[in-house]
C-alpha cells in the first residue's frame, strides 16, 4: 500500500503540483489530428493537465495551442475566427499566430504599436505524429523530442486511433495496463469468436489455466518491463510483457502477428483522464475486418455516444451489464466490450481517486508496485531539480510488447529481445 502522501503527490494533478510538473516535461497526446482536419478548420477546446486550452489548424497547416482566453478582456478564444495566419477574437478582433504573439489590433488607433506588447497568456508548441496532436507544456528551454513510438512510423492505413474521456484519476485508469493477473478473470470468456480478430494475450489458454503468473520486472531507460511467466508445457513458459513508457503510455502485450496496441492516459484533472488507444501493425495495412472489428463497437472496443468522445457504456448506465449473461457463464462479467470491463472496474475504485492507504497488495501486485514506484522516484527528483532522463531521447521509446511461449531454459533476454525490439 501507499502512504496518505505518496497517493496524493502520485494523484494531483492540478496545476502547480509535483505531478503535473512531471507530465509538463513530456510530450503529450491532446487531439486526434482528425479532430483539426483541414487549414483554418474550426478550432476546438483541449482541457489538459488543469488547463483550458483552444487548439487551431492555421493557413499553412501548423497547430497552435493558447491559452483560451484573449489576453484583451478574456474573452474564450474557442469562439474566434480562424482566418488568414491566425484565430481573431471575435469580441474586438484581436488576432494571434500558433506562437501565441499579436499580430493584429484593429479596433484602436494604436494597435499596430501596441500589438508587439500583447501575447496570448500561454502557448505551446504543438505537432502531428502517428495520428495525433501532440503538445509541450514545459519550460521551453526544456523542450524534450518526441517519443519515437513505432505506430508514429507507419502509413496512416496501417494505424487505427481512438480517443476516449473518462471520468476518474488517470492513475486508477493506467494501473490495468501493468496488472496482468486481472486479464484472467476480468475478460475470461470475453474473446473475439474464431477467425475475428485477436485480442492480444486474453486467447491464450494458459491465462485461465494458471491466473498466478510469476514477475519478473526490470526498470529500463524507457520506464518499466513488465514481464508475466506463466507455466505453458512441461518444456515451455508463456510470456507476456507489457512495455510500460514514462509517464503513462502502455504497449500491451501482443504476439507476433497479431495487430500491437498502445493506451495513453493523459490527465485532464484530478478526477477525469483522455485516453488514447492506437492498434498498429508494422508491415502491412489493416484489414477491412480489423477495422470494422475496432469501430463498430464489439467485444473489443466500447460503443461511443455519436458526436462525443464518451462511451456508450458508462457509469450512469452500470456499463449495460447483462446478469443473466454473467449468470450463465458466457461472460464472467456481463459487460459487452472489455474496454467497459476495465472502465466499470477502475473508474469507482471507492471513488474517483482510490485511496491506495487501505489497500492489501499480495505478490501478483508486484508491476504495479514497480510502476508505482518509478513514478514517484521521478517526481521527486523532479522536486529536487533532476529533470526526467527518459524525456531527452525519443529512441528509447522505439520498443515492442510480447506475447510468446519460450523453452523454459532460454530466459526472456535472449528468446525474447528481437521481438521487443521495434523495427519500423
Known amino acids: 500500500m501507499l502512504s496518505t502522501e505518496d497517493n496524493s503527490l502520485l494523484t494531483r494533478v492540478s496545476k502547480g503540483t509535483a505531478m503535473n510538473n512531471l507530465f509538463r516535461r513530456f510530450w503529450l497526446p ?10 483554418d478548420c474550426p478550432p476546438v477546446r483541449v482541457r489538459v493537465l488543469d488547463e483550458e486550452l483552444v487548439a487551431f489548424r492555421d493557413t499553412n497547416g501548423r497547430v497552435g495551442l493558447l491559452d483560451q482566453r484573449c489576453p484583451h478582456r478574456h474573452a474564450n478564444l474557442f469562439w474566434g475566427r480562424n482566418e488568414d495566419g491566425g484565430l481573431r477574437c471575435v469580441y474586438h478582433g484581436w488576432k494571434f499566430d500558433v506562437t501565441g504573439r499579436c499580430v493584429d489590433i484593429p479596433n484602436a488607433i494604436e494597435g499596430e504599436s501596441f500589438k508587439e506588447k500583447i501575447h496570448a497568456f500561454a502557448a505551446y508548441p504543438a505537432v502531428d505524429n502517428g495520428g495525433l496532436i501532440w503538445a509541450y507544456l514545459g519550460p521551453p ?9 513505432e505506430f508514429a512510423h507507419v502509413a496512416d492505413n496501417q494505424r487505427f486511433v ?8 488517470y492513475l486508477q485508469i493506467m494501473e490495468g495496463d501493468v ?11 470475453g474473446v473475439a469468436p474464431k477467425g475475428v480478430m485477436k485480442i492480444a494475450g486474453a486467447a491464450s489458454p494458459y491465462m485461465v489455466l494458471n491466473r498466478q503468473p510469476h514477475w519478473e520486472i526490470e526498470n529500463t531507460d524507457y520506464g518499466v518491463r513488465l514481464a508475466a511467466r506463466r507455466d505453458a508445457e512441461p518444456d515451455t513458459y508463456y510470456w507476456r510483457v507489457n512495455q510500460w513508457c514514462m509517464p503513462s503510455y502502455a504497449i500491451i502485450a501482443a504476439e507476433a502477428e497479431a495487430l500491437i496496441h498502445i493506451n495513453i492516459r493523459v490527465p485532464v484533472s484530478d478526477t477525469e483522464t483522455m485516453y488514447f488507444r492506437l492498434w498498429w501493425h508494422p508491415e502491412r495495412p489493416l484489414t477491412e475486418l480489423e477495422v470494422d472489428e475496432l469501430e463498430s463497437g464489439g467485444v473489443i472496443m466500447p460503443d461511443m455516444i455519436p458526436g462525443t468522445f464518451l462511451t456508450a457504456e458508462n457509469m450512469r448506465n452500470d456499463y449495460l451489464i447483462d446478469r443473466s449473461k454473467q449468470g450463465s457463464g458466457a461472460s464472467y462479467t456481463g459487460i459487452k466490450s ?7 472496474v477502475q473508474e469507482d475504485q471507492g471513488g474517483p481517486i482510490m485511496d491506495r492507504s487501505l489497500e492489501h497488495l499480495v505478490s501478483s501486485d508486484a508491476a ?17 531539480g533532476v529533470e526526467p532522463p527518459e524525456a531527452a531521447d525519443g529512441d528509447l521509446y522505439r520498443v515492442r510488447s510480447l506475447d510468446t511461449i519460450l523453452p523454459r531454459d532460454v530466459p526472456l533476454a535472449v528468446g ?7 523495427r519500423v
Not at 481512438?162 to 484519476?169: E, T, Y
Open 30 to 39: 491532446v487531439l486526434l489530428a482528425a479532430e483539426l482536419p483541414t487549414p
Open 141 to 149: 528551454e526544456l523542450e524534450p523530442q518526441l517519443p519515437h513510438f
Open 162 to 169: 481512438r480517443k476516449m474521456l473518462l471520468p476518474g484519476n
Open 179 to 189: 496488472d496482468s493477473s486481472h486479464v484472467s478473470f476480468l475478460h475470461h470468456a
Open 338 to 344: 472489455i474496454s467497459a470491463q476495465d472502465f466499470a
Open 368 to 384: 504495479i508496485i514497480a510502476v508505482r514506484k518509478r513514478l514517484l522516484d521521478a517526481t521527486k527528483a523532479l522536486a529536487d
Open 416 to 422: 525474447g529481445r528481437d521481438l521487443m525490439t521495434a
